[in-house]
């Protein structure tokens, strides 16, 4: 804990809050009231504004490792949070829908080489059993700044979206400050193991087990998600306000959770807790779908919540584990992209059954896939995978 959550590793991490807080604020809250309220233009672009950020993001991940493991985090994600502190100027001052879109695409950019950069530097020179804890960590300060970000606007600044821009543009600066002095110089690959294209894919065919869990808990996770606003306000009748309360108790509860979670899955092992997380999600979409009492729908949306941190930890520790130091930037790039891949699928699909089928028809097929999941991964030998 103590190697954790201070000096370098520590900046490393409240540098992913900065970033991830002004990701939430602006995609969630600040860009549809900026773009529809103050420029003025169709609610389409709003779509295309965040489609722009996401497919940079999820585009660039493995690139952005592989960079990071051969140069180093420091200048690549120096040059590429500059990129994305000139993004939030466009979309500011941008007078053509044009600039609008690049801002975006530059902050996705710059956002698909934190995560990686991030990762490698938490866990760089630790020993396997506090990478649990480490991406406890990591997963903590992506949950925190998105959620704080998303919420803090709205009470701060209600409809004035011009003035948000400003505390955004003061967050991304101070979190380029905290890249720039506090990640490493130096890459993770050496002479004898330089990080070719090779190396890196006979690393993935190493650990292809892991790519359906990878692909298959962000693709269920999608599915609810374009979903679940029209669900708590068409079929539970609940107010704006109430389901930001709702998404926040969901929110606080993985967020409480993630480190003293982590730390059991350091002391004790994964598989006390993968399973039973998958199992726990499983089972309770199919009741959250059957309550109609307010209080009752809070209790099982933070149910979801713990779930989800017995997941995440359980879940990070066996990638962790399985992938070497030196290519770790390069093979989490690889993971994120999948991951981005199930998250943009995932609503495709999911508002595809809400229209077909009906609106519980996506909770009904995220509990499948969890339960899937739990059956796969009780059997599947991961722990050969594990480098030791």
Request: net charge positive; aromatic share 12%.
């Amino acid at each position: 804990m103590r190697q954790i959550f201070r000096g370098r590793s520590l900046m490393a991490l409240v540098t992913l809050f900065f970033c991830e807080f002004v990701r939430g604020a602006l995609l969630f809250y600040v860009l549809p009231i900026y773009i529809h309220g103050v420029l003025g233009l169709p609610t389409i672009w709003i779509g295309f504004a965040i489609a722009s950020h996401y497919l940079f993001d999820t585009g660039l991940r493995s690139p952005a490792g592989w960079l990071i493991d051969k140069f180093g985090p420091k200048r690549p994600v120096g040059l590429v949070l500059a990129g994305g502190l000139l993004g939030l100027w466009l979309v500011l001052h941008g007078s053509h829908p044009v600039w609008l879109l690049s801002g975006c695409a530059l902050i996705g950019s710059a956002m698909a080489f934190i995560w990686p950069a991030v990762i490698s530097a938490v866990t760089r020179h630790q020993p396997s059993v506090t990478h649990a804890t480490a991406m406890g960590g990591v997963m903590m300060a992506w949950l925190a700044g998105v959620g704080i970000g998303a919420v803090s606007m709205s009470l701060v600044f209600g409809h004035r979206g011009i003035g948000a821009f400003h505390l955004l543009l003061l967050v991304w600066t101070l979190g380029f400050v905290l890249a720039v002095s506090s990640l490493p110089m130096d890459g993770n690959h050496d002479e004898t193991h330089p990080a070719t294209l090779r190396s890196v894919l006979g690393e993935i065919r190493s650990v292809r087990m892991l790519f359906p869990g990878i692909f298959v808990q962000t693709f269920a996770l999608g599915l609810l998600l374009p979903v679940f606003a029209m669900y708590a306000k068409y079929n539970l009748g609940l107010t704006g306000s109430t389901y930001s309360a709702l998404l926040v108790a969901g929110g606080t509860a993985t967020v409480v959770l993630q480190l003293p979670m982590s730390r059991l899955v350091d002391r004790f092992g994964y598989k006390r807790f993968l399973v039973p997380g998958f199992v726990l999600s499983a089972v309770s979409l199919p009741i959250l779908v059957m309550l109609r009492v307010v209080w009752e729908v809070f209790v099982g949306v933070a149910g979801i919540g713990a779930a989800y941190a017995f997941i995440l930890p359980s879940w990070n520790a066996v990638l962790t584990k399985s992938v070497s130091e030196r290519r770790r930037a390069s093979m989490f790039g690889v993971f994120l992209t999948v991951e981005g891949l199930g998250m943009a699928i995932g609503p495709l699909v999911g508002t595809t059954l809400w229209s077909t089928v009906g609106p519980l028809a996506p909770f009904y097929a995220s509990s499948v896939i969890f339960l899937g999941m739990s059956v796969f991964y009780s059997v599947a030998p991961l722990d050969k995978l594990f480098l030791h």
